[in-house]
């Protein structure tokens, strides 16, 4: 498991070097998405359910993006889209396109499981932006007033 977690560490941070993020950043990129596989990771051994696993994943990244944000003053993106990175289900929507292309009894699996998976990460970070947004708002109008 900690081959993985390191792995993703390395993936994420390659992929932040391929869409030119500013360096200053890479770090805390990788973290982000290395915390969040490691949730998923734990989560899928103990529910055994990968769109559970997602959705917690999501929540844990989404919320370390924004937190990051906030200190660093960087866009919530920096971290968010190289964050995401491990826990996208490139795997189901390959196997998806395999079956279809083979016309394969399985395409309505595999595309059940992508699906899902898209569903949960779309949910959490929605969920998770939405309660920032109703939340500092509020701090932000009083400093801007004085």
């Known amino acids: 498991m900690l081959f993985k977690i390191i792995g993703a560490f390395i993936a994420v ?6 869409i030119e993020l500013p360096k200053k950043y890479m770090v805390q990129a990788g973290m982000t998405g290395m915390v969040g596989w490691a949730v ?6 103990v529910a055994s359910r990968v ?3 997602a959705l917690f994943s999501a929540l844990c990244i989404a919320t370390m ?5 906030r200190v660093l003053k960087a866009p919530v ?6 964050g995401i990175l491990p826990i ?5 929507i390959y196997r998806c396109a395999y079956a279809f292309i083979r016309e394969s009894s399985y395409l309505s699996t595999y595309m059940n ?5 898209a569903g949960s990460i779309a949910l959490a970070i929605f969920f998770v932006d ?9 701090r932000f109008k009083r400093s801007k007033q004085t």
Not at 65 to 69: C, F, N, P, T
Not at 130 to 138: I, M, Q
């Open 88 to 92: 996208v289900p490139g795997g189901s």
């Open 130 to 138: 939405s309660v920032f947004k109703l939340h500092l708002p509020k």
């Open 13 to 18: 941070v390659a992929f932040c070097i391929m």
């Open 51 to 53: 769109e559970i696993a």
């Open 77 to 82: 993106s920096n971290f968010l889209i190289p």
């Open 40 to 45: 998923y990771l734990l989560m899928e051994m």
């Open 113 to 117: 499981e992508a699906l899902k998976i």
């Open 65 to 69: 993006s924004h937190i990051l944000a």
